[in-house]
Antibody, heavy 125, light 108 residues
């Protein structure tokens, strides 16, 4: 059974960088052709996909956040991480990490089958 | 970008009723469509993938259909534990993208 768990600060000041880590248990993030995703959920915008890192290390980001986001992985710790810089109040949300399976079309992310429990990050001074 | 819409935004039904939710994509996404259930304070759970395939361990009262731009999600006999918000999620590969619908709240 794959399990994911988010960790990181629950409070970030405006203009600073939000940093979260997702620790994966029950499977290696660097083997198996899975996509490791970050998704956030705020009352105002619903569920918003942030981006993914593929098991090979390649990344893709939501164009609306691309200029501020980076996702990286540490295979030795079986973790992947999110950095979102220049945060503002609109970035306040519950942040989830999730595993994506390959979709029908080559290069696509299909269903997100395992999720972390989510972590609330508040942006406030 | 793919835009996803859902209707209704909320519904109330009785135990045993058939419940249907519709989802529309802004362009043809073939059957690149998933459905999730989210209960308060919990992460979403994958119920249906690729429009009509039942997720692992998901009860058979849940089903999905559709292709192109129009999709349907159904619960054949609503149970008390089905109270939740349901989201459709479209995806594509060129470029890679994942977009969620706004959700439908189901109450009894």
């Amino acid at each position: 059974q794959v399990q994911l768990e988010e960790s990181g600060p629950g409070l970030v000041k405006p203009s600073q960088t939000l940093s979260l880590t997702c620790t994966v248990a029950g499977g290696s993030i660097s083997s198996g052709k899975y996509y490791w995703n970050w998704i956030r959920q705020s009352p105002g915008k619903g569920l918003e996909w942030i981006g993914y890192i593929y098991y090979s290390g390649s990344t893709y980001y939501n164009p609306s956040l691309k200029s501020r986001v980076s996702i990286s992985m540490d295979a030795s710790k079986n973790q992947f991480s999110l950095n979102l810089n220049s945060v503002a109040a609109a970035d306040t949300a519950v942040y989830y990490c999730a595993r994506g399976v390959p979709g029908i079309a080559a290069g696509s992310v299909g269903g997100l089958d395992y999720w972390g429990q989510g972590t609330l990050v508040t942006v406030s001074s | 970008d793919i835009q996803m819409t859902q209707s209704p935004s909320s519904l109330s039904a009785s135990v045993g009723d058939r419940v249907t939710i519709t989802c529309q994509a802004s362009r043809d996404i073939s059957n690149y469509l998933n459905w999730y259930q989210q209960k308060p304070g919990k992460a979403p759970k994958l119920l249906i993938f690729d429009a009509s395939n039942l997720g692992t361990g998901v009860p058979s009262r849940f089903s999905g259909s559709g292709s192109g731009t129009d999709f349907t999600f159904s619960i054949s006999s609503l149970q008390p534990e089905d109270i939740a918000r349901y989201y459709c999620q479209g995806y594509d590969h060129v470029p890679p993208e994942i977009t969620f619908g706004p959700g439908t709240k189901v109450d009894i």
